[in-house]
């Protein structure tokens, strides 16, 4: 435990990928958690491809500015932090191309548009080095390793005369090394596995050359017209690929940590002290880890939950949704979770985060498999329009200056539009303002949700 400046303590919470608690002993946080006497604990879980260094980073920032908007405010009372660290993954940064100001929801009918996510530029050295470290299986590592050698060795042979049926061999090792990497398959989540059509696709040839037309390192068309070199189209898929697979692993982490390590974590701390509020924060993939451990609670008479705030969430919009109106035919993953959350559930989303409204729908239409890809939203994200078929719900607006003027409701989702605040894309050509969230509106809006619990 350490504390801020202004004596608030702050705790580390270090999860591993199959959601074991490293660090601090779970029995050594509680005991803290209440010696402490914390009525009210913010909880944050940062997002996808972040180092310990910079998850607390993050959190230096945002604690105390959440601090300063929440003391003093009716409803919150002595007030404590944990920051979750948790093995992310990293894709190599690269020069996409931004799109238009008006197409960041063109990815969701799945229509090709005129960008490139720069991938191409890339060796398969460079992702497979850069992905190694989120791999504790030195098996898994090797095996990353030697994907990047594969597509590297591939692109030296593309301009020779190599036969098509040689050709066809690398593509079938290089996707059978991949596919050995791949989770399994979530229990009714449906919504979240749309990727799964190129992951564990039986032809890769067309596949990835599918994979490149989408992430826009081949021409549309390409897949199936045989237009150009497709070997090189599909090397170049192969690497979009790996790209899809670093977020399938995330996602598939977070809903793991949270569901098997947070959430009984979290009820264990209510079963200790009914006082305790904890206010849920995630980010990117961490909204997912966070909103996941609302699954891992028995009941909402054993949860200390009092809000739920998802910034620019990386996970399905439908994750919370009714069976009516979900075009996935059943209730979201985390529909019955719900009533965990005693206070509000808030999702931020602005049409500046690319990454979210943009390339991550891209994941799900890359093999044009799914017969009912075209229904609107199918695969978009919480960070490109929010809470999807939920009631009680709302919308409201962001303004600027952050300050919102609202009164929240307990049980009521919230979809907030952020753009006003979340829209910094300068020198980030293919997330945009996905992380823009640094940011005292953002923190404002963390205590305002926190004091409106039941």
């Given at each position: 435990m350490t504390r801020l400046a202004t004596n608030e303590p702050t705790w580390d919470l270090e999860f591993e990928e199959n959601g074991r608690l490293t660090a601090p002993a779970a029995r050594d946080f509680l005991d803290q958690v209440i010696a402490e006497g914390v009525d009210d604990l913010f909880l944050f879980s940062h997002g996808w491809g972040t180092s310990k260094d910079s998850a607390r980073t993050l959190y230096n920032?945002?604690?105390?500015?959440?601090?300063?908007?929440?003391?003093?405010?009716?409803?919150?009372g002595r007030i404590g932090f944990a920051g979750i660290y948790w093995p992310s993954l990293w894709f190599p940064p690269t020069q996409a191309t931004p799109p238009p100001a008006d197409a960041a929801t063109q990815a969701e009918n799945g229509a090709v548009v005129d960008l490139n996510a720069g991938t191409a530029a890339l060796s398969g050295t460079d992702i497979a080095k850069s992905l190694q470290p989120g791999f504790a299986d030195p098996t898994q590592q090797q095996t990353v390793t030697e994907i990047g050698r594969l597509i590297d060795q591939g692109e030296n042979a593309a301009g020779s005369n190599e036969p098509d049926a040689h050709k066809e061999e690398r593509l079938r090792q290089i996707h059978q090394l991949l596919t050995s990497l791949v989770p399994p398959?979530?229990?009714?989540?449906?919504?979240?596995?749309?990727?799964?059509?190129?992951?564990?696709?039986?032809?890769?040839?067309?596949?990835?050359?599918?994979?490149?037309?989408?992430?826009?390192?081949?021409?549309?068309?390409?897949?199936?017209?045989?237009?150009?070199?497709?070997?090189?189209?599909?090397?170049?898929?192969?690497?979009?690929?790996?790209?899809v697979l670093s977020y399938t692993i995330m996602k598939a982490r977070a809903g793991d940590i949270g569901r098997s390590g947070l959430g009984p974590l979290l009820e264990s701390l209510h079963s200790r002290s009914s006082s305790v509020r904890v206010h849920l924060i995630g980010h990117s993939f961490g909204a997912r880890l966070v909103s996941?451990?609302?699954?891992?609670?028995?009941?909402?008479?054993?949860?200390?939950?009092?809000?739920?705030?998802?910034?620019?969430?990386?996970?399905?919009?439908?994750?919370?949704?009714?069976?009516?109106?979900?075009?996935?035919?059943?209730?979201?993953?985390?529909?019955?979770?719900?009533?965990?959350?005693?206070?509000?559930?808030?999702?931020?989303?602005?049409?500046?985060?690319w990454a979210v409204g943009v390339w991550y729908p891209k994941a799900s239409f890359l093999a044009q498999e799914d017969a009912q890809a075209k229904t609107a939203g199918r695969w978009g994200g919480m960070g490109s329009d929010g809470y999807q078929a939920v009631n009680p719900s709302q919308d409201l607006v962001m303004p600027a200056n952050g300050t919102m003027n609202v009164q929240f409701t307990p049980g009521t989702f919230y979809r907030i539009n952020a753009a006003n605040v979340i829209n910094h894309v300068q020198g980030e050509p293919f997330s945009g303002a996905h992380s823009d969230i640094r940011k005292i509106p953002v923190a404002a809006l963390a205590a305002e949700v926190a004091a409106a619990h039941a």
């Open positions: 920032t945002m604690f105390p500015m959440i601090r300063d908007a929440a003391t003093g405010t009716a409803g919150i398959p979530p229990d009714g989540e449906f919504e979240d596995s749309g990727e799964s059509a190129l992951l564990l696709t039986t032809d890769p040839k067309t596949a990835y050359q599918a994979a490149a037309e989408a992430f826009g390192s081949a021409p549309p068309g390409s897949a199936t017209q045989g237009i150009g070199d497709w070997f090189s189209h599909a090397l170049n898929g192969a690497k979009d690929a790996m790209r996941f451990a609302l699954s891992g609670i028995s009941s909402a008479a054993r949860s200390p939950v009092a809000s739920l705030l998802l910034l620019q969430g990386a996970f399905s919009h439908w994750s919370f949704a009714h069976k009516k109106d979900n075009p996935f035919g059943s209730a979201g993953a985390l529909h019955a979770f719900a009533d965990r959350v005693h206070g509000p559930l808030v999702a931020t989303f602005s049409v500046f985060d």
